[in-house]
């Protein structure tokens, strides 16, 4: 247990179904990230949090909808996906003092888009 | 501008052999450099940060890194592999206390009898 937890871990979806990804952080921390991870490609950043604000959204497309509802939660609405949107999505948190303490990061959502 | 490269994508060693993970790291002002493990449909976990003071770190698993500015290097290495060890490890960088990090695109540590 890493102190950010994301359900679901695995995830099949159709490409007209429209589901979403969890975060949840007790840490206390006040920043989280959404990162997606494709086979043989780099760690890609989606999006950044502060204090619930988004404040960074690295041109992902609409079918990605991100939600951040308080400083412990993070949710990744889906729908209409490509089966090319198939990776591994982690989550990642991080409190004021990131450069001393880097960023916490859960276990992931494997996500199939069939 | 931070920006981190690591050198091979794909490291084998030998199980008892040295381990080498190499990271150059780019920034205008003193950085704050880390090392990550990732474990198979896992997340990244922290094995080991330098922010200032001593220059080699010590990190979790028998892992160590030494930060050479005169080099931009933070180079990871254990002095003997185990199985145990195969993973992917992401090298990153920060710039100040509310700076992002930066992560380079990661090394894969195969290890073999």
């Known amino acids: 247990e890493t102190g950010v937890t994301q359900t679901p871990r695995h995830l099949v979806m159709g490409m007209t179904n429209k589901k979403s990804l969890k975060c949840e952080q007790h840490l206390g921390h006040n920043a989280m990230y959404w990162y997606k991870q494709s086979a043989k490609k780099p760690l890609e950043l989606m999006f950044v949090y502060n204090f619930k604000e988004q404040t960074e959204n690295n041109s992902v497309p609409s079918r990605f909808s991100p939600e951040c509802p308080n400083s412990s939660h993070l949710f990744l609405h889906l729908h209409t996906l490509q089966p090319e949107d198939s990776a591994l999505y982690l989550c990642?948190?991080?409190?004021?003092?990131?450069?001393?303490?880097?960023?916490?990061f859960g276990s992931g959502t494997r996500l199939t888009v069939v | 501008a931070q920006s981190v490269t690591q050198l091979g994508s794909h490291v084998s060693v030998s199980e008892g052999a040295l381990v080498l993970l190499r990271c150059n790291y780019s920034?205008?002002?003193?950085?704050?450099l880390f090392w990550y493990v990732q474990y198979p449909n896992q997340g990244l976990q922290l094995l080991l940060k330098y922010t200032t003071g001593a220059t080699l770190v010590k990190g979790i698993n028998g892992f160590e890194a030494e930060f050479k500015k005169s080099e931009t290097s933070f180079h990871l290495t254990k002095p003997s592999a185990h199985m145990s060890d195969a993973a992917e490890y992401f090298c990153a960088v920060s710039t100040g206390t509310a700076s992002k990090l930066t992560f380079g695109t990661g090394t894969r540590l195969q290890v073999t009898l």
């Open positions: 920034s205008s002002v003193p950085p704050y």
């Open positions: 990642a948190s991080s409190g004021e003092d990131r450069a001393n303490y880097g960023y916490t």
